[in-house]
């Protein structure tokens, strides 16, 4: 880590005050760096994973391992995936973040409350019963986490209102769950609203907004294709119908609310640039997007992507290396997590 001072502020998560950063604290030989009641690092960024094993059994502890052997740095935040009413911070995510040895990780769960029944019903109560115990898993939890609820809704909107599922009913959702979650006394979530992020997705970004009161970061999910020549482009792709970015959106729209990329990685498949675009990261992200407060690398694949650092894309090892070389940047360890030694 750095010289910098850490100061943790404890404090109620579920406070509505609006994070405000300096963006001055980001430069190089700050001093001073805090850790505010929402989780945001007031000097650099946090830099963080998801990476369920290559075998695709979702193994967390294998995957960490696996990516760990690509990436030297500890990660600042573990992000992992859950469905349905099973209480949550499980023993082994509790196991992974709080590794003997460094800094402990800052947990971050994607949620969906419920998968067999639609937005409208789980509003009107329905999952209630399980959202009472996941309440009672984050109550018991010792440290802040980040949680989102139902992320990247915008491909699962259906406009047929008989469904249950539309930009209405999401919102309906996402406030009927953090309200429940309120309720129960959890006062240790600090809430994260997860969007897909795409060009393609933004006439109902605003409609899926769920309000300032219930959201304390913005989130999206942003990959480098082909076409996607520098770091900047990746981080803000607007598209012809006028549609600006989704950075340049969430800032408009709620200016100083801390941005996450909850996901993000490059298609190694494809991306001949993306060791040479990678290390844009630090310098891109100081002087020109200054909100984004984390981000949370998605070492995985899927159909249209493949972002894995050990797979065997055509870009993986020399991407692999790049990335440890970010990982490691002086940007990314301004400010030591909560609870570091």
């Known amino acids: 880590m750095t010289s910098c001072t850490q100061t943790v502020i404890q404090s109620d998560a579920t406070s509505t005050t609006r994070n405000t950063f300096d963006t001055d604290s980001s430069a190089t030989g700050t001093t001073g760096c805090e850790v505010t009641p929402l989780l945001v690092p007031t000097c650099g960024a946090w830099f963080g994973v998801s990476?369920?094993?290559?075998?695709?059994?979702?193994?967390?502890?294998?995957?960490?391992?696996?990516?760990?052997?690509?990436?030297?740095?500890?990660?600042?935040?573990?992000?992992f995936y859950q469905r349905g009413g099973e209480p949550f911070p499980a023993p082994e995510h509790i196991a992974?973040?709080?590794?003997?040895?460094?800094?402990?990780?800052?947990?971050?769960?994607?949620?969906?409350?419920?998968?067999?029944?639609?937005?409208?019903r789980i509003a009107?109560?329905?999952?209630?019963?399980?959202?009472?115990?996941?309440?009672?898993?984050?109550s018991a939890y010792e440290r802040q986490l980040f949680l989102t609820i139902h992320h990247e809704p915008e491909?699962?909107?259906v406009d047929d209102s008989t469904a249950g599922m539309t930009a209405d009913d999401y919102v309906d959702m996402y406030r009927h769950v953090?309200?429940?979650?309120?309720?129960?006394?959890?006062?240790?979530?600090?809430?994260?609203?997860?969007?897909?992020?795409?060009e393609r997705?933004?006439?109902?970004?605003?409609?899926?907004?769920?309000?300032?009161d219930v959201v304390d970061w913005i989130a999206y999910d942003p990959y480098a294709f082909e076409r996607h020549t520098t770091f900047a482009h990746m981080l803000n792709d607007p598209n012809d119908a006028g549609w600006p970015g989704f950075y340049e959106w969430a800032t408009a729209k709620m200016?100083?609310?801390?941005?996450?990329?909850?996901?993000?990685?490059?298609?190694?498949?494809?991306?001949?640039r993306a060791a040479d675009i990678v290390r844009e990261a630090p310098d891109t992200l100081r002087t020109q997007f200054p909100a984004i407060k984390a981000l949370v690398y998605w070492n995985d694949r899927a159909r249209s992507i493949d972002a894995r650092l050990s797979g065997d894309a055509a870009h993986a090892n020399e991407f692999a290396d790049a990335l440890n070389e970010v990982a490691s940047h002086e940007y990314f360890a301004m400010t030591p997590t909560p609870g570091t030694p």
């Open 124 to 138: 009107a109560g329905e999952a209630d019963e399980g959202i009472d115990r996941v309440a009672s898993g984050l």
């Open 51 to 79: 990476s369920p094993s290559a075998d695709g059994r979702y193994d967390y502890v294998r995957g960490l391992a696996e990516y760990e052997a690509r990436v030297d740095e500890r990660p600042d935040i573990l992000h």
């Open 201 to 212: 997705w933004a006439p109902i970004v605003d409609a899926l907004y769920p309000g300032d």
């Open 155 to 157: 491909n699962d909107v």
């Open 178 to 198: 953090v309200g429940k979650l309120r309720s129960a006394g959890v006062n240790n979530v600090v809430y994260v609203m997860n969007y897909m992020g795409f």
């Open 255 to 272: 200016p100083g609310t801390p941005i996450m990329l909850a996901e993000w990685g490059f298609d190694l498949a494809t991306n001949s």
């Open 96 to 120: 992974l973040a709080e590794r003997a040895g460094g800094q402990p990780s800052i947990l971050h769960f994607a949620w969906k409350p419920a998968t067999d029944m639609s937005w409208r």
